[in-house]
Structure formats: C-alpha cells, structure tokens
C-alpha cells in the first residue's frame, strides 16, 4: 500500500529542496520529496555559475558536477574595453543536470522518498494534493517545506504575499552557445546599457568552444525584451555560434518579507533567497534548504528551532546590503558605468586575487567618484 503521511514533505527538487530534504532525513524522520518533471534537473533554467566562497561551507562540490573550472574573471566596460582579474579560486560552471541529480540522491540514499511527475497542486483541509499519473492523491504532512522555485505557490497556500514589482526583478535570456571563440578558464561580465540595462550580461564558459551566454535586464529601464539584447549581441560578436539550448526566465532582486509559520518554511528562489546583485541562487538554495531541513526537524521534535535567525545571518544579511547597491547601480548610466569600470581596472586588472570583497569593493567607488558619493550615501546608509 502507498504510503500517505510523511512527518516532511518538501515541494521542489531543486538544489533547495534537495538539501532540505536530504538534512532532515538524517535526523530519520520521514520525508517526501516531490517534482514536478519527469526528471530531477531537467529543463536547466541557470547559467550554472557557482563561486567557491559562496558554498565552501556547505557543499563539497564533485568534480563530475562541474563543466569547467575557471580561474579568472574579465569584466568588460561599455566601451567594449576589458581587463582580467587573476581569480584562481573562483568557482566553477555546474553541469545543473548532474548537480541537481546527485543532490536529490544524496536526500533519497538519507532515507527520502522521491517522487518525480508528481506536482503539488494545494492543501486541502490540511493535506497537500498532489497531481500524480493524471490523479489527485492527497498527502499528510506535520512540516512542509516550500522549495518551488520563482513560481512558487507554496507561500500563497499559506497567506504571503508574493507579488513582485517589475522593478524587483531581472528579466534573462541566455543560449547555451557552441563553436565559439573565448577564453574558457574565465567567467565573463559585461556592463552597458546596449548589452543589459539595468543588469549585466555573461559569459560562462561550458568547455573550451561552448559556453552559457546570456543576460538579465531590469524591465523598468527599458521597452525592449531581454530576448532582443541577447540577439543583437550574439549577431554581433558571435555571428557563427549554434545555438544548443535557450533558456528565459526571471531572478527575483527583493527577498520575501515573510517565508516561514507555524508548520511551513519556504527556502531558495521560494523565498526569494537570489543575490539581487549577481543573481545567483544556487548557493542561497543549499544554505537555505540545509538550515529548514535541521530546522523543520527541531520544530516536529518540540525543540527550540533557529531558522528566522540562521537565515537572516546567513543570508539576508549580504542579501539586504547587495540590494541596496542595485537600488544605486540600476541608476547608473552608461558615463557612470564608465568610471566605476575604470576604477575597477585600476584595482584589479593584472591582480590575483582571493577574494572579492563587496563592501570594501563599493566603499572604494563611491570614495573615489564624487558623483557617486552622495546618491550612494543616500541609498546605502539611509
Ligand atoms: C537565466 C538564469 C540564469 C541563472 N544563472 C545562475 C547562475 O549562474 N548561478 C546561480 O547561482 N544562480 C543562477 N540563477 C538562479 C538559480 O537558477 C536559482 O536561484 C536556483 O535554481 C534556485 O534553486 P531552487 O532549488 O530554489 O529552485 P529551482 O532550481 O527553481 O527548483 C525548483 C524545483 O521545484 C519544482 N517545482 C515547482 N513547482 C512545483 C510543484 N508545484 N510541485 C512539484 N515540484 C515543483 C521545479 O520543477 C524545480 O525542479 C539563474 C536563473 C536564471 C533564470
């Protein structure tokens, strides 16, 4: 007979719900970890750039996880001009479809149950139905952990509000480009209101000829699509590319306000947990599921839990800061983008370095732009 009551379910299998389920199953409570495609990882919606020092803690990352290892960093100004920054402990661009795959293994050789096809439809009365094999079966649960990514609906089930103004989002489109000329040990940034106003564009090299090519533009600084930009640049600089995989969709810049209860928590893109500045959410999706997973578990044993303040330290509180540097960032124009560029050139270029540090990296800017300084004291310390 199926079983139908879990102490856990976790919605998501992402690298969030992966975590979370895979931490709360050691504590040998049962888990349901549920996913709504056919397949864990499948279809990839990520650029799969990962920086060491985001996950070190965390994660041990497997060398059959990862496309390529990069080494450097070449940042490009809106004058098409570059430098390179000698970054050899940078991080690694993922293949997300092994990556997702193994964490969910890791939560099933815990003890968790994975159901793939199986998408979480709403509660009813207290249970989660869930569309399995064109049916409604429904699911009892003590804890549930919402891991459903941007769309999430979790946290609607449960009274948040998850509007999102257009000015709190990156709007992206990428292609998994191959046959194309780059340098593939360095991850590439690229700023500039022709290529992604209001964002930045990249480069993710995938192996020495194929890379992630791609950007994220804010929509409320301009009426052309995310899609044209990245057309435009692709017939500019890689005419002859073939274009293996696209990929559109969005990284939310302003976390939840609230994204936990009573008997829920919601971790990774669920709640928001993206970098409002790079857009990642890899790393926060991990952080995220492994401190619910310990959590929920603390919650259903009646033992005080530290979810709220392990998050907020962990995570909202960079969060927070990188948010308000974007707020002052999307109003850059090109002439100011162009200073901060050189700058950056003056500081790094030609420089190993082993760490990049964001604070110290922002305070230098604004001291050394005085057009800068005072909007930025406005914004960031206000
Ligand atoms: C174009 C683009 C590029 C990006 N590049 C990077 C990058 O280079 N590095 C980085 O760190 N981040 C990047 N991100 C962000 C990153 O992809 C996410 O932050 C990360 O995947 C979040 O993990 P997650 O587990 O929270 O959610 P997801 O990875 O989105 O996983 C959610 C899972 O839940 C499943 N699901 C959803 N609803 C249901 C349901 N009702 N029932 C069952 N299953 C459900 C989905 O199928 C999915 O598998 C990028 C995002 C975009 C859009």
């Excluded at 940034?189 to 194929?210: D, M, R, T, V």
């Excluded at 997973?293 to 962990?314: C, M, P, Q, T």
């Excluded at 964001?358 to 004291?377: A, D, M």
């Amino acid at each position: 007979m199926r079983r139908r009551a879990f102490d856990i379910i976790v919605v998501g299998a992402g690298p969030g719900g992966s975590c979370a389920a895979f931490a709360a199953a050691q504590e040998a409570v049962s888990v349901l970890l549920l996913e709504e495609h056919p397949e864990v990882g499948s279809p990839v919606v990520c650029a799969e750039g990962l920086s060491q020092s985001t996950i070190r803690d965390y994660l041990e990352i497997k060398p059959e996880w990862v496309s390529s290892s990069l080494s450097g960093a070449i940042i490009r100004g809106p004058d098409k001009e570059e430098f390179r920054i000698d970054y050899p402990e940078v991080g690694w661009v993922l293949e997300r479809t092994k990556f997702d795959a193994a964490l969910a293994k890791m939560a099933q050789d815990s003890g968790a149950v994975l159901k793939t096809g199986a998408k979480a439809i709403g509660l009813d009365d207290g249970r989660l139905k869930v569309l399995e094999e064109g049916r409604i079966e429904t699911y009892q649960f003590k804890f549930l952990i919402g891991a459903d990514g941007i769309g999430s609906k979790v946290g609607r089930w449960f009274g948040i509000d998850t509007r999102l103004k257009p000015s709190e989002l990156e709007v992206c489109a990428e292609y998994l480009l191959e046959e194309i000329e780059i340098d593939n040990k360095s991850v590439y940034l690229i700023f500039g209101a022709k290529y992604a106003p209001g964002g930045y564009a990249w480069i993710f090299p995938k192996s020495e000829k194929s890379a992630n090519v791609g950007l994220g533009i804010t929509p409320t600084k301009t009426k052309m699509r995310a899609r044209q930009f990245l057309d435009n640049w692709i017939g500019e600089d890689f005419p002859g590319a073939k274009i293996k995989r696209r990929v559109f969709g969005g990284v939310p810049a302003k976390p939840l306000k609230r994204f936990s209860g009573r008997n829920f928590f919601l971790v990774g893109d669920a709640a928001r947990f993206t970098d409002p500045l790079s857009g990642a959410g890899i790393a926060n999706a991990v952080k995220s599921g492994i401190i619910a997973g310990k959590n929920a578990v603390l919650r259903l044993k009646g033992k005080k839990d530290h979810f709220e303040s392990a998050i907020r330290n962990k995570i909202l509180k960079e969060i927070k800061f990188h948010e308000r540097v974007r707020n002052i960032y999307v109003r850059l124009g090109d002439n100011e983008l162009k200073d901060i560029f050189k700058i950056g050139k003056r500081i790094y270029a030609g420089k190993k370095v082993d760490d990049i540090n964001t604070k110290i990296l922002v305070r230098e800017i604004l001291l050394s732009s005085p057009g800068l300084l005072k909007i930025g004291f406005t914004l960031l310390f206000s």
